[in-house]
T-cell receptor, first 114, second 109 residues
Framework: NAGVTQTPKFQVLKTGQSMTLQCAQD?????MYWYRQDPGMGLRLIYY???????DKGEVPNGYNVSRLNKREFSLRLESAAPSQTSVYFC?????????????FGPGTRLTVL | AQSVTQLGSHVSVSEGALVLLRCNYS??????LFWYVQYPNQGLQLLLK??????LVKGINGFEAEFKKSETSFHLTKPSAHMSDAAEYFC???????FGAGTRLTVKP
């Protein structure tokens, strides 16, 4: 049982390049999330998917798009990377997006945009 | 507006000393409060959570937290710090998936 997996672990991009961060979970969870973590700011929600087929914006969605490919997979795309998107990105999942449920986090993707 | 504030970005204690990490919240609805721990180069793991019921919540690794509505606080404590407790700790208001800025705990031998 791998839990939540993320690829790649590290990535360096040049300004304007695009890339997709992949996330998969094997816990049969319905809800999935993307966060970014920046020093002194904690985690901020980018997008979430309450269930397969739905996606919603979080606190900081600008510059990102997401796809809930199926129940297991939730990808995050940067269409035109900017230095302000240098961050550590975490994917998480929960049984349902109800507020009593804990989230299970992946190991993160460290992204640098030059 | 919903918010979470963690007082102190960095806390340092000696091994065996009391650990106290502070979290205050603002919420217009009954809050659901969580504490997560992050070890270096890892994702977050749940320590404990308060949803409803008992206001003193016990978690893993000897940690506990008390929900105080009158003080809008949910401080995390552990009676005796261990070297393995060194990590970053995040308080979260789960109602809208909002996290505090984090507190890095250092444990000195």
């Amino acid at each position: 049982n791998a839990g939540v997996t993320q690829t790649p672990k590290f990535q360096v991009l040049k300004t304007g390049q695009s890339m997709t961060l992949q996330c998969a979970q094997d816990m049969n969870h319905n809800s999935m999330y993307w966060y970014r973590q920046d020093p002194g700011m904690g985690l901020r929600l980018i997008y979430y998917s309450a269930s397969e087929g739905t996606t919603d914006k979080g606190e900081v969605p600008n510059g990102y798009n997401v796809s809930r490919l199926n129940k297991r997979e939730f990808s995050l795309r940067l269409e035109s990377a900017a230095p302000s998107q240098t961050s550590v990105y975490f994917c998480a999942s929960s049984v349902w997006g109800q507020i009593i449920n804990e989230q299970f986090f992946g190991p993160g993707t460290r992204l640098t945009v030059l | 507006a919903q918010s979470v504030t963690q007082l102190g970005s960095h806390v340092s204690v000696s091994e065996g000393a009391l650990v106290l990490l502070r979290c205050n919240y603002s919420s217009s609805v009954p809050p659901y409060l969580f504490w997560y721990v992050q070890y270096p180069n890892q994702g977050l793991q749940l320590l404990l959570k308060y949803t409803t019921g008992a206001t003193l919540v016990k978690g893993i690794n000897g940690f506990e937290a008390e929900f105080k509505k009158s003080e809008t606080s949910f401080h995390l404590t552990k009676p005796s710090a261990h070297m393995s407790d060194a990590a970053e700790y995040f308080c979260a208001l789960n109602n809208d998936m909002r996290f505090g800025a984090g507190t890095r705990l250092t444990v000195k031998p």
